[in-house]
């Protein structure tokens, strides 16, 4: 069975990276620039749209139990916002 | 305020251009002295250019201001003649660590593999690397160091630059064939000239602190970086430390943008803010005094072009970005690096002047990965939006048990130097290669004499010599790295007809098994053909001197005429 994948995986296939954290800061930016101009009732709202086709993308309904307990359990004790 | 430093003061000499209606015409002059303008004329002169370097002050930088130099600049000291002054000065560290409150949520180690001269950073107070850069400086007979010389006016020609400059003594006219603007982020010449900067200000402030400890926070050969996302002692700001030369610490602390920038500098404020950092973190028992204090905001930017007919830009006068990162100072040394052999190939009529279009073309390239990856940091410390700062907070808090948000975490990806994969100096490869010794890629340092045995784990003997030191032996001109311990009599015959063509090719035999050749994925046969700053311009399996010869006079902008 496959569990959800926790480790570094951002990248374009067949793409070498000479530095670990670029594919990551990649996605970062890319995600922080998709958010702009947004106000915080739109943001809100873009961020549960790409929940849900990120979901879909993914499927198996296994992983997506396990991310959504991964996501909760960290609210649940999270330390105040910085 | 504490010192541990004396301040030199350079002499001022009244110029004999004063009173005289001769206008001087020099080949090269330098406008400012720092980091990167003396790194220029350092060089230039090594490459038996006379430099006339002029700066408005007569001393060396005020406040420990850059502070991380990277291994590709401590390679380039290194060259220069100057490294070692400055790796023996500084204070050598390869392990970053970022915690969110108190726990630890990403490290990164610069430099896990042995078997390189030089560590993935030196911290050294930018005042000590001017002293030592000076120093270097006056030993070179090429070099006119001429200090409290302010260049006030400057007209652009088509063959060369007047300047106008204002003395203590009285202004005088210089003309120069070619002018290089090492001037800093504020650029007098840039103004004088009404050329623009593009770009962003970010809307924060940083504390910066020099501080003299009453004892270590660590050992000199443990030494760190560290850096707190919203830590105890500093919340919901980030803070950033340092170790100095001297038993000094540098202390970076967000204050956000409505700080009030005077009323930070001030003891009073300060003193407290570095005291409930000392306390929180175990160090009660330390006792500090404050060496030097500034509240900064910064820039990232750049000039469209960094090359405006005869005159260059380099350094903070043509690129500006975040602190964070260490990409400021060593991002100009490398601009300095880059320029002035083509520079020297131009000015001795051995190279076309389109040759320094290429610095353009190079240094643009490397200025962008800077700002973005500058860019990127800021972002992260500083998010804008509610989103971002949601974003944030999320991947700080995976990052404590998840591996992927880890490397989310962004506080600050440290200078490491560009790879031109798209140089138009660069031959492509016709061969397969592995690895990152690609053209356009800075070559890889390696023990000399070189053996498998010098990155294996127990070997504490350091090597005698350095492949990188080799290099620059003999001046600092082309190279052809020949991975071969002696050579057929084909590529003897290559090697000898390299070393008296018009650019000459000096021929670097390196043993086939050892180090070098597994980082520069070579076996027994295997050229390299290395630029003047030792940049991979390009590569084969097996030598073939025509083939050589092409991608020099691409190398040198000669393509077409060779």
Known sequence: ?82 | MFSTYTYPKYGYRRPGELGSTRVRRVPLVVVGAGPVGLTAAIDGALRGLPVVLLDDDDTVSVGSRGLCYAKRALEIFDRLGCGEAIVAKGVTWNIGRTYHGEREVFAFNLQPERGHRRPGMVNLQQYWLEQYLVERALQLPGIELRWRHKVVGVAPGADGVTLEVQTPDGRYRLEADWLIAADGAHSPLRHLLGLQMQGKVFQDRFLIADVVMSRELFPLEHTERWFWFDPPFHSGQSVLLHREADNVWRIDMQLGWDADPEAEKQPARVVPRIRAMLDQQGYRHVEFELEWVSVYTFRCRRMKRLRHGRIFFVGDAAHQVSPFGARGANSGVQDADNLMWKLALVMQARAPERLLDSYDVERGEAADENILNSTRATDFMTPKSRAAKTFRRAALGLAAEHPFARALVNSGRLSVPTEHAASPLSTPDGDEFEGWMAPGAPADDAPWPDAPRHDAPGDDEPPQEWLLHKLAEDGAGFVLLLFRRRPSAPEAAAIDALAIDPIPVRTLLVDPSGTAARRYDAGPGTAYLLRPDQIVAARWRHLDLRRVRAALARATAQEGRA
Request: charged letters at 20%.
């Open chain 1, 1 to 82: 069975m496959t569990h959800l994948n926790t480790q570094p995986n951002f990248g374009i296939p067949g793409r070498h990276y000479r530095h670990a954290y670029t594919p990551g800061d990649d996605f970062y930016e890319m995600l922080i620039e998709g958010h702009r101009d947004l106000s915080d009732e739109q943001s809100e709202l873009m961020n549960a749209r790409l929940i849900l086709l990120l979901a879909n993308h993914v499927g198996d309904l296994g992983i997506l139990r396990e991310a959504i307990g991964v996501a909760r359990a960290g609210v649940a004790a999270a330390p105040g916002a910085p």
